[in-house]
């Protein structure tokens, strides 16, 4: 069976983001797809950082190609798609987010309805989605940048179209929160 890379037409693995954008731009379309499959799944992860569901995820990446392919035009620096359509996608689930909040219910609610005793691994796991929940979105999404998703600090300055030094504050302030929200429900650190 043939890889993906090796149909008629595909572009060659080592294409740049930008020599793909141009190549679209000039009505290859079909290169379109090379983006696609080169950034779908760190979207996805971004988007499920955030707190969204799987299914509002795969949608919401979905809008972000589709944007970022109707605008395509409009991205200024095509070596740069990447952050461009990550910032697409930021807002897009920024919007969700928003929108969502008032038909949320309480992480509490749900949480172990059944009355089960959990395991300490999973009371720590559901004990660090409560403080995560309880971060501010920009800060959350700094965090889950740095330490899920691995960007370095100039990486999330461009996607999260703010300085280095704003989205290194916004880290810090998000462990510090996240340790004082630990250590208040009983975990010490070890």
């Known amino acids: 069976m043939r890889r993906p890379e090796s149909i008629a037409g595909a572009p060659p693995r080592g294409e740049t983001d930008a020599e793909l954008v141009r190549r679209v731009l000039h009505g290859e ?3 379109y797809a090379a983006l696609v499959r080169r950034y779908q799944d760190e979207l996805y992860r ?5 707190g969204i569901d799987h299914d509002a995820a795969e ?10 392919y109707v605008g395509l035009s409009d991205c200024r620096d095509p070596a740069c798609f990447r952050s461009w359509v990550f910032r697409i996608l930021r807002n897009l689930c920024l919007d969700y987010l928003k929108n969502i909040r008032q038909r949320s219910v309480p992480l509490e609610v ?3 309805e059944g009355g089960a005793t959990l395991s300490p691994p999973e009371e720590l796991r559901r004990a660090l989605v409560r403080a995560l929940a309880g971060l501010t979105v920009e800060m959350r999404e700094a965090f889950l940048q740095k330490h899920q998703a691995g960007y370095a600090y100039n990486e999330m300055a461009e996607i999260l179209d703010a300085s280095v030094s704003a989205v290194k504050m916004r880290v810090h302030r998000a462990r510090e929160q996240l ?12």
Not at 46 to 50: K, L, N, V, W
């Open 110 to 112: 749900l949480e172990n």
């Open 29 to 31: 379309r079909e290169h």
């Open 179 to 190: 340790r004082s929200a630990l250590l208040e429900a009983g975990y010490t650190g070890r």
């Open 46 to 50: 971004h988007a499920r950082g955030m």
């Open 59 to 68: 949608d919401l990446v979905q809008d972000a190609f589709i944007k970022a």
